[in-house]
């Protein structure tokens, strides 16, 4: 899940980068990795954007494995550990990159509400 939200995606907020790249950069990874992208709308965590979560095969969920949220995500360095990680299987299936590691943040309920509602 992409966020596209207000605040993410926003050249006003964060004009040093290529949002449209980005996407386009996780998208591939994905569909190398066997999932799929989803823009979203805000996720109420504008004060970590850019966000993407990173949300783990059905097979992962029921092994325990929770939702990744990553912050920050305004750079070709961040946009590409994402990326690799995705096509590596991500969450569940390889361990989390370290840089990855850093950006990642705990949602909040809020967060979690709003990610649900994207997901239905
Ligand atoms: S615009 Fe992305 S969390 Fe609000």
Do not use: Y
């Amino acid at each position: 899940m992409v966020c596209r939200g207000g605040d993410c995606g926003s050249r006003h907020k964060h004009p040093d980068i290529d949002h449209r790249r980005q996407l386009e950069v996780l998208r591939a990874a994905a569909i190398e990795g066997g999932g799929r992208v989803v823009a979203s709308r805000c996720l109420d965590a504008c004060d970590h954007s850019n966000v993407v979560v990173l949300i783990p095969a059905s097979q992962e969920l029921a092994n325990g494995e929770a939702p990744v949220w990553i912050g920050q995500c305004n750079d070709d360095l961040s946009t590409h550990e994402i990326a690799a990680w995705l096509t590596r299987g991500g969450p569940g299936v390889t361990p989390q990159p370290v840089a990855v590691e850093v950006q990642r943040f705990h949602p909040s309920r809020a967060n979690r509400h709003e990610l649900e509602e994207e997901l239905t």
